[in-house]
């Protein structure tokens, strides 16, 4: 397919989205701002040569990675400056979340020069909406450290927080992790989310006794890995019988709607499930 007519891209760095697996995962923004940037700076310039090859896209391309930050970051500054529009992608996923990219921002935002993000996929978000946990209020942890003594000290800071948590974990430390995040945490309802937007997706759900326990002794699952941790006290529903009795006090006083509205919030209880069981108490017999 020819490549169409590149659109003059605005000057100031892009902060570009790109897909966490399925291709197909890309804005028409993202697209446009790649071919039309006078510089793409990425974290590994073969893994995004394939992308821009996937659509056409000639593109000219800069490594930009912890690795080299101290002496490339300077140098797209002074591009910036000379007011070239410049895309930052990582590998996958959003820039600069768990990627590199922050002091760039930091030093544009200091220096003036304008910055846009151009939001897409981004793994955490992906795994947080597919956990059904609570995602009023999340705390992204990136990575846990990979020892074992340093992770639980790192797991105790957060066993406090009134948020779900996601973290990202290599498969390999999959099953110790879980082990840690049980020990630390307790009876906590979680989800391990894996190859996220590719064929093989999957999201196990489960408290996390039961996930550390299923992964155990397995040998480590392919693919790329993220852990949803729900809030403390986040309560399991509660049983029929339970819901029956605090349903008899309410309608006591209390229309059917009004009850099952006040017993579905104190039991955590789907609303639709009480509303039915207060019907069915509220019926003369
Ligand atoms: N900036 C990226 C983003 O916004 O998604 C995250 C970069 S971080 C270096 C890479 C980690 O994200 C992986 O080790 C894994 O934990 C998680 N990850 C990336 N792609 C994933 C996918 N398709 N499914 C599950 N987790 C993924």
New binding site residues.
């Given amino acids: 397919m020819p490549e169409p007519p590149a659109r003059p891209i605005p000057p100031g760095l892009h902060l570009v ?1 790109t897909p ?3 291709l197909r995962d890309i804005t028409l923004r993202a697209l446009d701002t790649l071919r039309g940037a006078d510089l793409i700076a990425c974290e590994d310039t073969r893994v995004t040569r394939k992308l821009l090859t996937a659509y056409g896209i000639q593109g000219r391309l800069a490594a930009y990675h912890d690795h080299n930050a101290a002496r490339a970051g300077p140098a797209l500054i002074a591009r910036l400056e000379a007011g070239e529009a410049v895309a930052l992608v ?10 590199p990219g922050f002091r760039l921002v930091g030093e544009a935002v200091a220096r003036g020069i304008p910055v846009t993000a151009l939001p897409g ?7 947080l909406v597919l956990s059904g946990l609570p995602t009023d209020r999340f705390h992204f942890a ?2 846990a450290p990979p020892r074992p003594a340093a992770r639980r000290t790192f797991l105790r800071a957060l066993a406090d927080m009134d948020a779900t948590l996601v ?4 498969p390999r430390r999959l099953a110790a992790a879980l082990a840690d995040m049980n020990a630390v945490f307790g009876p906590r309802q979680a989800a391990v ?6 064929l093989h ?1 999957e999201v196990v759900h489960g408290d996390l006794a039961s996930l550390a326990a299923g992964y155990a002794g397995e040998s480590p699952p392919r ?4 852990i949803v941790i729900g809030p403390p006290g986040m309560a399991e529903p509660a049983g029929d019988a339970e819901i029956d009795a605090r349903l008899g006090e309410a309608l006591a006083t209390m229309s059917v709607r009004d009850a099952a509205a006040l017993v579905a919030e104190a039991t955590n209880a789907p609303r639709r499930r009480v509303y039915r069981r207060a019907l069915a108490l509220a019926r003369p017999a």
């Fill in positions: 989205s966490i697996g399925n990582s590998d996958a996923g959003t820039p600069l979340i768990s990627d996929p981004s793994a955490p978000l992906a795994a990136g990575f973290l990202l974990e290599s989310a894996r190859e996220l937007t590719k997706e693919g790329e890995i993220v």
